[in-house]
């Protein structure tokens, strides 16, 4: 059920970045949703589910938008285990540094793989410009805050634990105590 769900997000954000925040290919204030995906998955869940989940994502945004094949799923796989090792690294597992981990850990994973297709590929690349990518990375910070309550609630509500909103409307049993 985890699997099918977070797929079923997954799509929903690639359906939402592939058409809607994207304006035009090249526009520099398109927010990478996917990321927060894949930044969730390495922070919360396990290896074997998260690549089950991600692994397909991966192929169907490479089909729908990616210039050369196989460069999103590089960018999927490569994020994920970036952003994996720095958080088993940190001391503390649920602190504040997770989600400026997020901008840092995208920024270095689009250098690489900048890197890369530029000995690739080097005339379908846009020019690199620090200035456009720190704004995406800040982009893919502010988004992680929403996306991260919302992962966070439907993977509540598919390992069946409620929220406190559904404990205060609990009765205790006893009619005459307020």
């Not at 050369?68 to 504040?96: C, H, Q, T």
Request: proline fraction near 6%.
């Amino acid at each position: 059920m985890f699997v099918l769900i977070f797929f079923l997000l997954g799509l929903l954000l690639i359906i939402l970045q592939t058409t809607v925040f994207m304006i035009n290919p090249v526009w520099n204030g398109a927010p990478d949703l996917y990321f927060i995906l894949v930044a969730y998955l390495a922070y919360r869940h396990d290896l074997f589910r998260s690549l089950i989940v991600l692994f397909p994502l991966a192929m169907i945004f490479d089909v729908l938008s990616g210039l050369v094949l196989g460069m999103y799923p590089a960018l999927f796989i490569l994020g994920y285990f970036l952003l994996k090792v720095m958080s088993d690294r940190l001391p503390v597992r649920e602190s504040f540094y997770q989600v400026p981990m997020i901008g840092v850990g995208y920024l270095l994973v689009n250098w690489l793989v900048y890197v890369c297709m530029s000995f690739a590929v080097p005339s379908m690349l846009v020019p690199w410009s620090w200035p456009i990518m720190f704004m995406r990375a800040a982009l893919v910070v502010l988004f992680s805050f929403p996306l991260f309550r919302l992962f966070e609630f439907v993977n509540r509500r598919i390992e069946g634990k409620f929220t406190g909103f559904y404990k205060g409307r609990l009765r205790s049993g006893n009619r005459y105590r307020e």
